[in-house]
């Protein structure tokens, strides 16, 4: 069996991330070339990951023969029309979230997979491919906790990240999209159902920066999905703690919980300060190994001729409620889906 | 020194905990004297706790002369009438919540209490006199979690007394009513706020019976408080795991969680299900401390002539915001105050 | 029915704890007499706590007919003499833990039990009147555990308390003398059984005074019980984190493990630090119910006419085992019972 | 750079995970041999794989021209010998554990491993590389826990699989050397110290079968290290609960546990029977990552020409430990060093 050939585009935190997983912890994958405008940090990457093709043009990577599938992970306003084009060239396709940066941009890249059916293609919601999430999905799926009754869900950066945050905030379309969509994702995931009312809050807490926005550093809201189940979303910029992802679904028969403290390992300390845990700091620290098991699914799907559950319409999905959610946080009215 | 001479009425589960409280476990008080319309119980109680005077009508305990203070623990129609006889009598007051069944009631309660300044009057809010939620408060007071950003609640009884529930949902006024009172009341006293809009929703998961009283069996609600703090409440009666009260505030510097799981007591368990705590079963059993506590704050008020921080206004309050979610609920509107 | 009219002598910290909860926590007890040498204290406790009889003499508050029984909470040096004193006036006695500072003393004390055994004699062994402790030990006697297997237990004082220990290490015994005593008792009681060998090892880690004592600031040891179930107990007084006492009891169908974390309370902070519990200070702190429970038990025997489960033959048997590790320690041998 | 090809022999469940982590998530590396006596495994494994080169002889593997590195997983009673024919013909070792099954073929192991000075030999003590251990042990060197006062490390197997530990015990050499060699290792790592005394007990407590090989079904251990740490070692087969590997550092400033209980992942359970974590299988779920990392740094040493920190006197070292232990445990003595 020969080894599902990845050109990646996109060397940033994220993107090397990823470079590095198919390059050394992927099964049956091989990282054939790197596409990035960095040129230096293409070079460098290349050498240091083994890499036989170099790009600082997207062209040349989807023009390129030995290149079976593309993992984009650019930035988020060139996704769409990346995946149209290396689908186009008959590439299989992993794109990072959110797959498009406007609703009708998710619409294009619908058409784009549609368009080619023979191909895979897979869009990185990766706490669906944490073991942890995985492990609590299976549980509900089973019938374990009975029917859901509310589901609750945090996404919240570090206070200490704070600069990187407010300098972001010009391009990130508010938490919703940019942090919540996540736990939208998880909500339609382990509810298997869609929402029809969400009001949403908020404010800037700490830092008024967001304001310019029409952002918050922290807000939140609660919807009502057609299965009657209750969506409580929260994202906040400014934890003291770490990175903390959490969530909990309560059903008529069984409660989980998953994450509910953002343990960095299985450490506890007891010292001056009490008993205590250190936390995660951060996205690549807590789904490590979520980032390579999407991937390698990914890859799976390739060899073994399948479609994965991740689709395009996830994507799609997940955009409009977060930008639902956006409007609603920002008029103050109960919204309607 | 002279202890506090405490008459008692209603010897329900909770009047008979306060009995047995006042009994035993308070400094400086007495119980001299016991009221319920069940006689036997009266007299079983009154012999069993060494009580001098057995009552079985209410206008006979107001009239004894050896009572210098009340402990209103009888059926929740009942509160005002006997919080009013009680101090127009000259006796110190002390009432389990709600103040009254309607927001007149409560108010008919405040006149009762501002006719007599020269008496002590408290409302059983107990959570505030649990150790850990004073803990917590003293914490928030004292700015160690800077400014308060989400306030999350949860009442929740267990599934395994659905029974009693059901049974009594003609009369409970809704899970709003029943349960979240003593949420909102944590809600205002941890934030110093009070809400602008609510927005509630929830459903009947497990026992549609509650539906005949526009009630659910879980509910929810999501606040904005005039200081900008988000409020979210959860209420459900089919907790699988046992009596579950927690309470989780965020702030900008730090964040506190009370009784994030509500262990029994110290013991873990490590068998065939994992590493587990048992867990509480009910309010009795988790607040028992809180109720010693409450009424030993009611009797050093007395003793020391100072006033309760639980005030009147506090259950008018509380019953008002209540009544507000419960509409909230019912209609689907989001709703002003 | 009677109150049970309790003299208490010793006002040091544990006494005052026993004294305030006679006086006002303990079901059909009154205090009705104090005793201490400091007369200041004497009065202005008993003003405090309103006691009738106020003595500075042992002699006096023997011969005291108001008094039925006698809590001893004195220096461990008068114990033996005033439980024989006590019990020989006609006294029912509850003794703080030790029963006597040598063996031999303890052997007087079973004769002065003997001698009067229509009163009732209660030792303090208050763990065992632990909500968390009697809970587990209900388990264990109901065979939830199977047969045990390995009990271990710690018993730790905080490093900032470290100067009241050296200034006691004269007196101490030394720490399997006076910590371990208490996971001793624990020991037999949830084993059933009684020590054959032992082998005791530690030192002076953190502070060299204790070495003047043939004593160390940490030491543990190993013990072989009769019924094959392996023993390890760890005594230190230099805990980083707080008042630690923890217990773990392997069986061959289950573990049970008290306290496991000396947490304060409910309360979980999330600040800058991690996740955390902050942790009990001191044994009043952590065992403020048990020594209330304790005292309860002894007046509900008087009560009732039956004897408590905790014998003299327990402090004699505990006594002889500390001494034993104690040897042990200080020989560095293999020592056998 | 080219991949350091690494031949493995053995392809028992933790052989078979070697093999899958070399072919697919070591960077740098490739499986380009496999070597099992079992003919039909290897061809299943190395077409599952894509393993070049399939060997039944241990003596073709190390003939095999393109063999850079070999990974002895083999029965214990093998490794010695392979050890040494395999650096005679030149390839880089890793070996799982232990060194040899006897002191005297660990001796030997050294001399084959001194003879070879330009080859990378590395033992398998994979607790040191899990994530977890790493960090605690990163604190300790960095002194944040102050003096090592007491070191408590468990092993204990799930009784679910119980048969298979009757069936293994004619070679097991007993539990501390099919066990506590872990937490042997564990303990000299973390110390930086030898031990001088040893006092060891335990029995069958559930199983007889164990006797009659002179081994327990969970025995325990007392050590003084030279340092004066105390090191306290349990190992058991009767788990009730899971795959336990447990670890305490008692310092004079800070503690450490590591995996006080064994999670099983990130997920908490709310249900009837409390609140639980569900727990660990077995070595290879737990130490998933530190398999993978040990291997990553072999390969990781071979590339950049260094030593790893795990040497082969650390073997040798741990089995004439594992030796006492169970010399102790037969005799019942106090042994010495």
Redesign the interface.
Known sequence: ?DKVRIGSVGLGRLGLQHA?NI??????AELIAICDVDKPKVEETARRL?VKHQFTSFDDLVACKDVDAIAVVSPSALHTGQIAAAMKAGKHVFSEKPLGVTVAECKEAEKAVEAHPDLVFMLGFMRRFD??YK??HD?VVAGE???P??FRSYSQDP?KFIQGSIAFAPHSGGEFLDMSVHDIDLARWFTGSEPE?V?A???C??HPEFAAYKDGD?V???M?FKN?C?I?L?A?R?????YNVETEI??????????????????????????????SENFLERFATAYVNEVQEFVNCIVEKRKPSVTVYDGTKVSEIAYTCKAAFES???LKF
Request: with cysteine; charged share 25%; glycine share 14%.
């Open positions: 069996m590095e390059a050394g912890r992927i099964q049956n083994g073991e942890s492990y609590a549980k906790i009975g029917k009754v509310l206070e009312t009001y809050i908020g404010g807490y700490a922290n939140s809201c609660l009502k009657d209750m409580f929260f906040g400014t934890a003291p703690h770490g309560i059903g008529t028969k069984g409660i989980l919980r998953i994450a509910s403290i953002p343990q960095k390992n299985l450490v506890e300390v007891l010292d001056s300060h009490g008993v205590r845990r250190e936390c103050g009215e109960l």
